[in-house]
């Protein structure tokens, strides 16, 4: 049994890829390990945020995670804004931080393209606080796409660093990238990772869009000219995207379904794949409905918060001791 951490921002609804990328793995990580969820809403106000929409993403967020089958039983779902820990934490992994890894941080570069100047400080330190919310909860093992990798080498790198200069008070986490679904592309430019802040909403399917809207992405999807139904991320990014999509949806793989649709086209291939992306989202969205209002729901997360907030504080109290912050409490 490993201890697993992951956290997502509520910056708006999830997409199919997060969740053939990262949710549906969640459910099978939480039946053999002790598993931490965290809906990381200090890492959203990096940009600016309308309070009232971040509050209902942070709810949204919360009853979509239950509603793809994570156990408050099982798992630990919590807000990251109700553990004070980590911007505790976070700030003492700054004062071991340097300026030169935080500017070298790709998301960093790519968000600050056009001048610094107006660009929140939070952008460039918020990999310490990410690294907090890891290392907290003494995590084993983060599941990731392999965009974030930088941020958990930096993540391992902050956790050797205290280890060496202070105590060795942080396990030191593996990342751990999914093979299948690992990285579901936009459905208008194949090539793309998809994303929820696509400009273009038929480039992502949402986990929250209709039957009818479903459909209708899946078959206004980019693909080629050609018709043929195969396999080729590199020539033929576009069909297999949605082979890798209709492949984890429906439990077939790859080479079943080339097989099953040679000769067809891909009128009946991106119709079937529809059915198969519905065919998934479907219930989610029904327990996603019964949850969302729900004082269930308010219950599960006060439940994670008080879990979450004991490890939390177990891990920080030895770091600041560590770091030789406060009071030592003399014997009389």
Request: with cysteine; charged share 25%.
């Amino acid at each position: 049994m490993s201890v697993i951490f992951s956290g997502i921002q509520p910056s708006g609804t999830l997409t199919l890829g997060n969740y053939l990328g990262a949710l549906k793995h969640f459910v099978d990580l939480q039946e053999d390990n002790h598993c931490y969820f965290c809906i990381v809403d200090e890492h959203a106000i990096t940009v600016p945020q309308d309070r009232l929409k971040l509050r209902d993403n942070i709810r949204s967020l919360a009853a979509l995670y239950l509603a793809v089958g994570i156990d408050p039983s099982k798992s630990t779902l919590f807000i990251q804004s109700e553990v004070p820990a980590h911007t505790q934490l976070g700030w003492m992994l700054q004062c071991v931080s340097y300026i030169g890894e935080l500017e070298r941080m790709t998301q960093f570069k790519d968000k600050s393209q056009g001048g610094k100047e107006g660009v929140s400080s939070g952008l460039l330190t918020y990999p310490p606080l990410m690294a907090s919310d890891i290392l907290l909860y003494q995590t084993e093992v983060v599941p990731v796409g392999d965009d974030q990798k930088q941020h958990l080498e930096l993540t391992r790198n902050l956790a050797e660093r205290f280890n060496n200069k202070f105590n060795d008070i942080f396990t030191v986490p593996e990342v751990s990238i999914p093979k299948a679904g690992a990285r579901i592309m936009s459905l208008q430019q194949p090539t793309n990772k998809m994303s929820k802040s696509d400009d273009n909403q038929k480039a992502f399917i949402s986990m929250l869009d209709d039957e009818k809207t479903i459909r209708k992405k899946i078959k206004s999807a980019v693909t080629d000219s050609e018709g043929i139904v195969e396999y080729d991320p590199q020539n033929k990014p576009g069909i297999s995207n949605l082979l890798t999509i209709y492949s984890v949806c429906s439990g077939r793989s790859i080479d079943e379904l080339v097989e099953a649709y040679e000769g067809k086209g891909y009128g009946d291939f991106k119709t079937d794949a529809g059915e198969a992306v519905v065919g998934v989202l479907s219930p989610i969205q029904t327990r996603y409905y019964e949850l969302l209002e729900s004082e269930e729901l308010d219950q599960i997360l006060d439940q994670g918060a008080a879990q979450a907030n004991r490890s939390a504080e177990k891990t920080l109290k030895k770091a600041k001791k560590a770091m030789g912050l406060g009071r030592v409490h003399r014997k009389r």
